[in-house]
C-alpha cells in the first residue's frame, strides 16, 4: 500500500476536525418548508446519525435517518480532506435520488466553527450554499444551512440539526 503523498509537511497527519462527530446521535431537525421564498413556517421532525472515520481520518462518512412529516428517507454525508489546499469538501447523497450527489460544500474550521461554501442551484437560479458547525461539545453539536441568492450579502437559515449523543 503507498503513502499518501506529502504535498504539505504534514500530510500524513489527518486534522481531526470531525473527530467530534464520530459515534451515533438523536437529531432534532428544524426546517424551513420553502427555501428563498419569504417563508416563515418551519417543519420540526427527529432523525438519527451514525457516523465513523475512513482512509485513517482523512475521510469520514455518517448515515443519517429522518423522519420527515411526509415520510422517512435515508441520506449520508461524506466529508474528505485534502492536505494541499488544508480544506474539507462535504457532499450529500439523498437516498431518495441515490444517483445525484450534491454539490460540495469546501472550507474549514476556525475558532471553533466549520464554515463550509458551494455555489448551486436552486430551481435553476444560482445561489450560494453556506454549512456551519457550531456549538460543539463532546455531548452536543448544531449544524446549519442557509442560502443566499445574492452572492452571501445576505443569508436565510432553512435547516437546522440539533445533535445529541446517544450513548
Not at 457550531?134 to 452572492?151: E, H, K, L, P, V
Amino acid at each position: 500500500m503507498s503513502s499518501l503523498p506529502s504535498s504539505t509537511p504534514d500530510a500524513a497527519v489527518a486534522p481531526g476536525d470531525f473527530d467530534f462527530l464520530i459515534g451515533r446521535w438523536r437529531v432534532a431537525h428544524r426546517r424551513l418548508r420553502q427555501r428563498l421564498a419569504g417563508c416563515t413556517e418551519w417543519d420540526h421532525f427527529t432523525g438519527t446519525t451514525q457516523a465513523w472515520p475512513l482512509m485513517a481520518g482523512f475521510a469520514n462518512v455518517d448515515d443519517n435517518g429522518l423522519d420527515l412529516p411526509g415520510g422517512a428517507y435515508r441520506a449520508i454525508s461524506l466529508r474528505a480532506w485534502n492536505p494541499a489546499t488544508r480544506q474539507w469538501a462535504i457532499w450529500w447523497l439523498d437516498g431518495r435520488h441515490p444517483h445525484q450527489l450534491d454539490v460540495p460544500v469546501v472550507g474549514g474550521f476556525s475558532d471553533g466553527v466549520g464554515r463550509f461554501h458551494a455555489d448551486d442551484l436552486l430551481d435553476g437560479r444560482p445561489i450560494r450554499v453556506r454549512f456551519l458547525w457550531s456549538d460543539i461539545t463532546a455531548s452536543r453539536c448544531r449544524w446549519q444551512q442557509a442560502f443566499s441568492a445574492d452572492g452571501g450579502q445576505t443569508w436565510e437559515t432553512n435547516w437546522v440539526m440539533d445533535l445529541t449523543r446517544l450513548g
